[in-house]
């Protein structure tokens, strides 16, 4: 009876090539810029190479490897990959590397955010997949360790393996040298891995110093008689003047400076350096209202643990009704008694019941509504500074609400007509190209700005509009800058002046570059309100 045929070995080369190259991969791949997608070209892991030749050493030591160690490096590699994934997708996303001490502990109020804007069929579908492409990693990655422990059985293959590892590990060392190595060997994740305990260690540490609070004393003698708003517009950033997204928001710009104009004001502008980019927004809101910088979640929260004198403050002592208008609170903010406002207006107090958009619900046009119904009867007679974070162009921009020429018509259940709402919702947001959103987003908030101007036409009205931070990167850009635009309008001829003293230049056009850090503009627009005592 004839013998049946053997089987061809080259499967068994074959899956090892594959699994190597799946290791390698997994702790090697590069984000496909500015998207949250990856993809491998090809690049050497010196983690690999490293592991490669501990179990080599320990099949020399031990005359075998337990199948079972698989298991565990394959639990080991699922967490390096997610480190590379975050790595590799934070600046691409965010404009800024992972900070694991910070970005952990705002973990629970993002998803807060999220579990409130999204259905819950969405949210379990979202986790739903995250558990399972987890399950598969660590399925993959077990399999693959599973075959090289299996390959290094063999003599001939622990040689080529080790060979080849040798080479990598060589590479990786005349690389750290500076000698000139192709650049084929990216930074080892175990170095980002130790990198973020570092910053953990040292957040733990915590700040032990905290500069002196600028002076806050001004007479505020070029507003007299005038409301003040200090309007932090959500992820307005410098990217808003590069020519390809300045050209498609030419219309909105011309429309708010027509009605700045329009009713009797003007503008200056300029740029300055923001503490933060693509989120923390909060970071540049108590930079600018503390006048101490403020590029971390540790100074903040030593920072409000003092006693300091705050733009918000100053503006009390000098008779100001001190309002916060914020659409996006719904918790405690402990805030608010730092800086020292005498009302909050978060969004369970601002009680919308119209048609919801993007994470926060409420359209920033409603929000300055209601704040005139709310303020109407308040302390009459007072004049008011109001502290505005926008909430309309946050990321992910779309959809963006309509603006309603009819003021009175926000108030309703129903402020847009059908159509609008249909237009509005059709829009949703388009994950690979968020600058189509954010454009319309920006723009959109320029009509609302420019319409309360218009629609306070007789108000003496002094107006700070001014980016808390540019977009993300996906928006953004590589490498950009962390300016945003601030623009003083007003009909106070000697406060322009003096801006313009200080670097502002007239219109909505700012030129770089920056006059001033954000914390640093605190003392320029008190010395523009007025002299010193």
Known sequence: MPSSPQRPDWPRPASLVI????????????????????????????????????????????????????TSLSVGWMLLAIARYAEVTAPALYGRDVNLYWDLRLMPDVAAMITRAAPVWLVALAVAVVVIVLWLLHRVFRWAFGRVISALGGASTRRRIGGGA????????????????????????????????????????GVTSLPPSPPMESTF???????????????????SDRPDVASRLVDARRGLEADIRGTGREAVSAYVESPTFGGSSWLAHISLLSGIEVRDPDTNAMLMTQRRETLVKAFAKQGFRTVALMPGLRQQWPEGAFYGFNEIYGADRLAYIGPEFGWFALPDQFSLAKLDVLEANAAAGLRRFVF????????????????????????????????????????????TNFTTGYVEAMSYDFAVLGGYL?????????????????????????????????????????LLSRLTAHGFRGGLHPEMPAVAKMHALLPVLLEAFGNHD
């Open 19 to 70: 699994a190597l190259v799946v290791l390698d991969a997994a702790l090697t791949f590069e984000n496909l810029w500015p998207t949250p997608a990856i993809w491998w070209r090809g690049l050497l892991s010196v983690e690999l190479a490293a592991c490669l030749l501990a179990l080599i050493v320990t099949h020399a030591w031990r005359g075998s490897i337990a199948p079972a160690l698989a």
């Open 166 to 205: 040798i080479a990598v590990v060589l590479l990786f060392v005349v690389q750290r040298l500076g000698g000139a190595v192709p650049g084929i060997l990216p930074t080892p994740v175990l170095a980002t891995c130790i990198r973020q305990a570092g910053l953990v260690l040292a957040g733990w540490r």
């Open 221 to 239: 003698a070029t507003i007299a008689g005038a409301d003040v708003f200090f309007v932090f517009i959500e992820s307005y950033g410098a990217v």
């Open 388 to 431: 505005f974070p926008t909430i309309s162009t946050h990321f992910p921009f779309s959809p963006t609400p309509p603006y309603q020429p009819d003021w009175s018509r926000m108030m309703d259940a129903h402020p847009y007509d059908g159509p609008a709402i249909v237009r509005a919702y059709a829009r949703q947001p388009d994950w």
């Open 454 to 494: 218009k629609k306070h036409a007789d108000r003496d009205l002094v107006m700070i509009l001014i980016g808390d931070h540019q977009p993300p990167a996906a928006v953004s850009g590589e490498g950009a800058t962390w300016n945003v635009p601030v623009h003083v309008v007003a009909s106070h001829a000697e």
